[in-house]
């Protein structure tokens, strides 16, 4: 349903010195439930070892659950309240994971996001993941690698947007899978992903002046929510500037009923050269002329948005 996934090789290659180096922790964006698919797909085909993907237990019903544990994917309880084992058991399995040196891969965010911002970051699973690096050798390390997935468009943006006018959420089942399957027969663009510089917990570990177990419980949290926010960050600034979204911005920022096609085109350039001067990531696609625009504009035409 995509037309390609475009990564660059220096992405690939963050991603296979993290796995020379040891175990390689990925921290995607979360916008879709292709997120995990997209990541493992691409790094099967690039002949790289398949991450264990945390997810959460909404997905785990027969058989999609049974497909996704073959194809990496634990799942994880939403709420560890008045839980005693679960979390014991989950934080065992992590440290078991980051020791062996499996590729682990998780949602920082929790939830996708319906909007497309970035949700605030949830720290259990990265305590975890500190928890365990503070153990193992000292010659091997753990790379935290910020990932950011940009969609041309999202398959599940009708769903979306019956959520955010206040739809409850339907909940994953067999039969949404099968419903699923009307998307095969549309294309939804591109997809961008792009791994941020990684975060070394070597290098974090020896900036403390204590061992990360012998910290108090302040301290321990304050380093906890940094490094969230430095993931967060990474994410972020790894976001592309997308025609689809930029063509958007052109038609939404016009006060009156209509504008024309050259207006729209030269307002969506402006958008596009301001967004870089600000320092964003933009598609090159952006710099092959007003064509693109109009691309986006008959895909927009195509799902009745216009």
């Known amino acids: 349903i995509y037309s390609g996934v475009d990564i660059r090789e ?3 290659e963050r991603l296979r010195e993290a796995m020379r180096l040891g175990t390689p922790v990925l921290v995607p964006s979360h916008r879709s439930h292709l997120d995990y698919l997209l990541i493992s797909s691409h790094l099967f085909e690039m002949g790289l070892v398949l991450p264990h993907v945390v997810a959460g237990e909404n997905l785990s019903f027969w058989p999609v659950g049974t497909l996704f544990r073959r194809c990496g994917a634990f ?3 939403r709420s560890f309240r008045d839980e005693k084992i679960f979390p ?3 934080a065992r399995y992590v440290k078991q994971l980051i020791r062996d040196e499996f590729p682990l891969e998780f949602f920082i965010e929790g939830g996708r996001s319906r909007t497309g911002k970035l949700l ?4 259990g699973v990265l305590g975890m993941v500190l928890d365990a690096a503070s153990e193992i050798r000292p010659d091997r390390d753990v790379s935290i690698l910020p990932i950011s997935i940009s969609y041309e468009q999202i398959a599940e943006e009708k769903a979306y947007a019956r959520e955010l006018a206040g739809v409850g959420k339907e909940k994953e089942s067999v039969r ?4 699923a ?3 095969l027969n549309k294309r939804f663009g591109k997809v961008y992903i792009r791994v941020g510089e990684p975060i070394r917990l070597n290098a974090v570990f020896k900036q403390l002046d204590s061992r990360w177990k012998d910290l108090s419980p302040r301290h321990s949290q304050e380093l906890l929510h940094s490094i969230g926010e430095r993931i967060m960050y990474g994410i972020g600034r790894n976001m592309l500037i997308l025609p689809t979204g930029i063509t958007a911005m052109a038609l939404l920022s016009s006060s009156s009923g209509g504008i024309r096609l050259q207006h729209a085109q030269a307002r969506a350039k402006r958008f596009d050269t301001l967004l870089r ?3 964003a990531m933009s598609a090159d696609s952006l710099t092959h002329g007003g064509w693109v625009v109009m691309e986006a504009l008959n895909r927009f035409l195509r799902e009745k948005w216009i």
């Open 10 to 12: 220096e992405d690939m």
């Open 75 to 77: 799942f994880i309880k």
């Open 181 to 183: 399957r009307r998307h």
């Open 120 to 123: 605030p970051p949830k720290l």
């Open 88 to 90: 014991v058991v989950f």
């Open 176 to 179: 949404g899978v099968f419903r």
């Open 277 to 279: 001067k600000q320092g």
